[in-house]
T-cell receptor
Framework: AQKITQTQPGMFVQEKEAVTLDCTYD???????LFWYKQPSSGEMIFLIY??????QNATEGRYSLNFQKARKSANLVISASQLGDSAMYFC?????????????FGKGTHLIIQP | EPEVTQTPSHQVTQMGQEVILRCVPI?????FYWYRQILGQKVEFLVS????????KSEIFDDQFSVERPDGSNFTLKIRSTKLEDSAMYFC????????????FGPGTRLTVT
C-alpha cells in the first residue's frame, strides 16, 4: 500500500518569499510517480508538477520545483517568489508506474496562506 | 486548452435516492477516474476505467457505485441508494495513459445528501 504524509496542516508565508511544502511517502513499488496538485478555494484540482522515481533531475515547472530525495522518501514542493494567488490547499500524491495501482494516493494537504 | 467538464456543479438529493454524476473527459484521453473529497479531508480514489471496463477500484467503491461510458464522450458515476456519508465533492479525472502521465481533474460535483 502507498502512503503520503504531509505534516504541515497550515503555513503562513510573506509575499515574495520562497516556501517549501513537505511531503514524505511510503511505497513498496520500485517505479512510481509523485505529483503535486493545487486546490484553490473554488475547489478545482490543478496539476502543478510531476517527478518520476527514476528521474535523476529534480522536476521544475516555472516557479515550482520538486526537491526529490529518494533515499529519504521525500518529495517537497518549493514555490519561489510566492504570490497572493498561491494561497490554496496543496496536495502531494503518488501512484505506481508500469503496473500496480493506477489511482492516485493523496496526502491530507497543506493550507498555504500568502500574506501581503 | 482542453479540459475535463462535470455536471452538475452541485446536486442535492434525499437519502436513498439514486444519483448520476456526469463527466466529459479530455477527448484524446484513454483513462478515466473518479475521486471523492469529503469536506475538509483528503482526496480519495474511487475507481479507474479503461477500454470500457473497470481497471482498478478502491474499497470505498462498493456495490452501490457503478461507472459507465454510455457513449464516446461521457463518463458517469452512479450511486444507487445514497447515504448521508456520500455527501462529498466528486472529481472526475482523465489521463492520456497510465503511469507517468498526469491526471487532469474536472471542477467537481458537490453532492449533498439530506
Amino acid at each position: 500500500a502507498q502512503k503520503i504524509t504531509q505534516t504541515q496542516p497550515g503555513m503562513f508565508v510573506q509575499e515574495k518569499e520562497a516556501v517549501t511544502l513537505d511531503c514524505t511517502y511510503d511505497t513498496s513499488d520500485q517505479s512510481y510517480g509523485l505529483f503535486w496538485y493545487k486546490q484553490p478555494s473554488s475547489g478545482e484540482m490543478i496539476f502543478l508538477i510531476y517527478q518520476g522515481s527514476y528521474d535523476e533531475q529534480n522536476a521544475t515547472e516555472g516557479r515550482y520545483s520538486l526537491n526529490f530525495q529518494k533515499a529519504r522518501k521525500s518529495a517537497n514542493l518549493v514555490i519561489s517568489a510566492s504570490q497572493l494567488g498561491d494561497s490554496a490547499m496543496y496536495f502531494c500524491a503518488m501512484r505506481s508506474v508500469g503496473g500496480g495501482a493506477d489511482g492516485l494516493t493523496f496526502g491530507k494537504g497543506t493550507h498555504l496562506i500568502i500574506q501581503p | 486548452e482542453p479540459e475535463v467538464t462535470q455536471t452538475p456543479s452541485h446536486q442535492v438529493t434525499q437519502m436513498g435516492q439514486e444519483v448520476i454524476l456526469r463527466c466529459v473527459p479530455i477527448s484524446n484521453h484513454l483513462y478515466f477516474y473518479w475521486y471523492r473529497q469529503i469536506l475538509g479531508q483528503k482526496v480519495e480514489f474511487l475507481v479507474s476505467f479503461y477500454n470500457n471496463e473497470i481497471s482498478e477500484k478502491s474499497e470505498i467503491f462498493d456495490d452501490q457505485f457503478s461507472v459507465e461510458r454510455p457513449d464516446g464522450s461521457n463518463f458517469t458515476l452512479k450511486i444507487r441508494s445514497t447515504k448521508l456519508e456520500d455527501s462529498a465533492m466528486y472529481f472526475c479525472a482523465s489521463s492520456e495513459a497510465r503511469g507517468t502521465y498526469e491526471q487532469y481533474f474536472g471542477p467537481g460535483t458537490r453532492l449533498t445528501v439530506t
